[in-house]
């Protein structure tokens, strides 16, 4: 019986320790060592990008092109030059491109992105120009 006292101190000392540790568990302080992080920082408002494809050659020349939208997506277009389309989009990145084929010379194709002339490339007959934006 002597050593009991010693094995009630320690249940006693754990039991007082738990129910503290409970405590603040259940309570509304925020732990930042049990899951909780602070707010990301804000990145601010995304500005929109506007791309630019353009096809020039000699005028009324049928061609087929094809070009990146901004989701990604290849579009098809059967059209006469000079043609050109505008995108606009508030991605962080964006895939353009655009490529064209036609049976006379010389076929040129250009990328602006922001007013920026990214890509220009001249060909005969097929003609490609690619820009990843971001």
């Given at each position: 019986m ?12 754990l039991?007082?320790?738990g129910?503290?540790?409970a ?30 494809y ?26 006469t ?23 006379s ?17 001249s ?12």
């Open positions: 002597r050593s009991a006292w010693v094995y009630l101190v320690v249940v006693a000392t039991g007082a320790a129910a503290f540790i405590h603040l568990r259940l309570s509304d302080i925020p732990d930042p060592a049990v899951g909780h992080s602070p707010l990301p920082p804000t990145v601010g408002r995304l500005h929109d990008k506007v791309v630019e353009h096809l020039t050659g000699p005028a009324g020349t049928a061609i087929f092109a094809s070009y990146l939208d901004v989701d990604g997506a290849v579009r098809e277009v059967s059209t030059l000079p043609w050109q389309i505008t995108l606009r989009t508030q991605h962080l990145t964006v895939p353009a491109g655009v490529m064209a084929q036609s049976d010379d010389p076929l040129s194709c250009r990328v602006v992105v922001d007013g920026q002339l990214r890509d220009e490339q060909s005969s007959s097929t003609v490609s120009c690619t820009e990843p934006v971001a």
